[in-house]
């Protein structure tokens, strides 16, 4: 695989794993091992069992590779939600709502060794932007992101915490995650 495209080449990826040719999976896993590690663990605040959720997420991503549709979506946003998914049903499965943490980047950097510095630094930076964003939107959609993406909240919970209609938290989310991906996608 020779594409210089990450979106591309993480998609071709995919479909090489979604036909169990597991040829491509060790470059797969390199490029994509360090990045959701930090969603997973800044999540689970605990480095043994995001190391945990890391692999549950990869088992995962072998078994739903063929769901994931190019022509819907980049590849980096599906893997993300696989991973805060599987992160947040661990939390719930142990009881543990407590540790979540509300403040956090939207894309948390971790130290790992084989990760090159300007990957980190540009991943850092994305996720700064992210949070900057989603600060800068309207504080009423702000909070419910921050309580959906950041607290793990569901919609419900959300409705419930904020004493708001759920269409109203759904579309204030909706509404806040169309206004980050324009700004994010420039």
């Known amino acids: 695989m020779a594409d210089t ?3 591309r080449l993480l998609a071709e990826q995919l479909k090489h794993i979604a036909r169990r040719d597991l040829s491509v999976f060790p470059e797969f896993y390199s490029a994509t091992s360090g990045r959701l590690f930090a969603n997973i663990l800044g999540i689970v605040k605990n480095r043994e069992a ?7 997420t990869y088992i995962k991503i072998l078994n739903r590779s063929g769901a994931f549709d190019r022509d819907r ?4 946003p599906w893997l993300i939600l696989m991973a805060r998914n599987t992160a947040i049903d661990r939390i719930r499965a142990r009881g543990r709502r407590d540790n979540l943490d509300g403040e956090k980047y939207l894309i948390a950097i971790e130290e790992d060794e084989q990760k090159p510095l300007d990957e980190a630094l540009a ?3 994305e996720g700064k932007r992210a949070m900057e964003e989603v600060s800068k939107y309207d504080a009423a959609s702000t909070d419910c992101i921050r309580a959906a993406f ?3 909240l569901t919609y419900s919970e959300i409705a419930e915490r904020e004493n708001l209609p759920l269409g109203t938290v759904k579309s204030r ?3 806040g995650i169309k206004h980050l991906k324009s700004k994010m996608d420039r």
């Not at 995001?50 to 549950?56: I, K, P, R, S, T």
């Open 5 to 7: 495209d990450p979106d």
């Open 50 to 56: 995001a190391e945990d959720v890391l692999q549950e």
């Open 73 to 76: 979506g980049k590849p980096w």
């Open 123 to 125: 991943t850092q930076t």
């Open 150 to 152: 950041y607290d793990g």
């Open 173 to 175: 989310i909706r509404r």
